[in-house]
């Protein structure tokens, strides 16, 4: 499985952007699917997931702002970030693996990652 993610930029807080990753390969529906986000000087962070039958997950740092959905005719997973802040700046990851999990160590394949960049 091959991923590539897009969709960050520079915005304003309280602004929204949408991530993509689109992944090659006819098993991306049996795969779960996981964003994660790194700060500089930060380990890496959960922030979202859904399984493969569309069970989402959220991480407490971005619950009610994010919404992570996926369309498997376009082998594509999305993440809506609404309302965001200054502490959401950070590269954003897609990755996949079989079973769903919030343990970035445990993702099979990783996209090539996304700047997003939040302005006070």
């Known amino acids: 499985v091959q991923l590539q993610a897009s969709g960050g930029g520079l915005v304003q807080a309280g602004g929204s952007l949408r991530l993509s990753c689109a992944a090659s390969?006819?098993?991306?529906?049996?795969?779960?699917m996981g964003w994660f986000r790194q700060a500089p000087g930060k380990e890496r962070e959960f922030v979202s997931a859904?399984?493969?039958?569309?069970?989402?997950y959220y991480g407490d740092s971005v619950k009610g702002r994010v919404t992570i959905s996926r369309d498997n005719a376009k082998n594509t997973v999305y993440l809506q970030m609404n309302n965001l802040k200054p502490e959401d700046t950070a590269v954003y990851y897609c990755a996949a693996r079989r079973a769903y999990s919030r343990e970035s160590g445990l993702y099979d394949y990783w996209g090539q990652g996304t700047q997003v960049t939040v302005s006070s």
């Open positions: 859904i399984s493969w039958s569309g069970y989402t």
């Open positions: 390969g006819r098993i991306f529906s049996s795969y779960a």
